[in-house]
């Protein structure tokens, strides 16, 4: 039985964020979202949607000249049909990534997929909730913090030396419009932390586009 997944969209552009940022990547924004966070800029993908089978959703990414494939939201993992989906694009050849929130877990995900891991910070307004599953093998995933002040800073620093994740892949990005890039820059230097700087591309290529990418 083919599985049914709604959603949103399926494009071409730059991957924007992690350390795949400026690549061209096929993005598939799976609709439907259980958090809030104050500086989305995807409030689309709530609801709004089509619901496809895998085997449609493939042939749509074919359309494109990438072998990267992002799976983005809303928050994939709440359809629990994104995980056959990430196998069979694995299986085609695909390197695939997911972004996905901290408060879920991915323990099922399929090892070759990277995992883009947002941990919610507190003026996120998401609420704070991590699954402390995600952080037992991070052999191929990436933790990302968005800050919004330097409150937020403070507790991500917190957050990444309690939980021992120096030598993980840790990306800062600032809050659009929030943190100005200089200032987390300064941050990071200023406190010897251990985190790589990472902006929004998209938001400096396309500053007026409603799409988070």
């Known amino acids: 039985m083919n599985k049914i997944l709604k959603i949103n969209e399926i494009f071409f552009s730059l991957q924007g964020e992690s350390s795949k940022s ?8 799976l609709s439907g979202c259980h958090l809030r966070c104050q500086y ?8 709004n949607g089509e619901n496809l089978d895998i ?34 694009l694995c299986d085609k050849g695909y390197k695939v990534s997911l972004e996905t929130s901290g408060d879920k877990s991915a323990v099922l995900v399929d090892n070759r997929v990277k995992k883009i891991i947002d941990i919610k910070t507190p003026d996120s307004k998401a609420g704070v909730s991590v699954h402390f ?43 659009f419009g929030e ?27 396309w500053p007026n586009k409603e799409s988070g990418i």
Not at 40 to 47: G, L, V
Not at 80 to 88: A, G, I, N, R, W
Not at 185 to 200: D, N, R, T
């Open 133 to 175: 599953d995600n952080l037992k093998n991070l052999s191929n995933t990436e933790l990302k913090f968005v800050i919004c002040s330097d409150k937020d800073f403070n507790w991500a620093e917190n957050f990444v030396k309690e939980n021992n994740l120096s030598e993980s892949k840790i990306l800062y990005s600032p809050s």
């Open 55 to 88: 085997k449609s959703i493939i042939k749509k990414v074919k359309n494109y000249q990438s072998k990267h494939v992002c799976i983005t939201g809303g928050e994939p993992l709440l359809q629990k049909s994104v995980y056959p989906l990430m196998t069979q």
């Open 179 to 205: 943190v100005t890039a200089t200032h987390l820059a300064e941050k990071i230097l200023s406190s010897g932390s251990s985190a790589q700087l990472q902006i929004q591309l998209h938001k400096y290529l």
């Open 22 to 29: 400026g690549l061209p990547t096929t993005f598939i924004r």
């Open 40 to 47: 989305c800029d995807t409030k689309y993908a709530y609801h």
